[in-house]
């Protein structure tokens, strides 16, 4: 999932930046820990949005359809829709893909 972002190697790149010390084991073990700091703020900065992103659009979707079953839908309520609809697509393959990515390093 992180992959998948366009914002992932600026992440990297920063926490990788160089430092400066004589001992190349603690050069890597310092910028091992940097990016994964770097990366646990990232991810709960970008992908927990995802979960608030859902509810949003689920209960958009929602709405629509409650008003669809009551009246036909207006012009712009339709066009609200499908993009909808296909965003909740786009976030339901990042959810599976976070959740396969869980299951594997059990």
């Known amino acids: 999932m992180w ?28 910028k091992l820990c940097r990016t994964r700091i770097a990366l646990t703020t990232w991810s709960e900065s970008k992908f ?32 609200l829709k499908v993009p909808s609809l296909n965003e909740l697509d786009r976030i339901q393959h990042l959810e599976e893909t976070m959740w396969r990515q869980r299951a594997r390093s059990l």
């Open 3 to 30: 992959l998948e972002h366009w914002d992932i190697h600026t992440i990297v790149a920063s926490a990788w930046s160089s430092i400066s010390h004589d001992n190349a084991a603690y050069i890597l073990a310092h």
């Open 48 to 79: 927990e949005s995802v979960k608030r992103q859902k509810l949003h659009l689920l209960e958009v979707l929602n709405k629509l359809h409650v008003l669809q079953e009551s009246r036909p839908l207006f012009c712009d309520e339709s066009s």
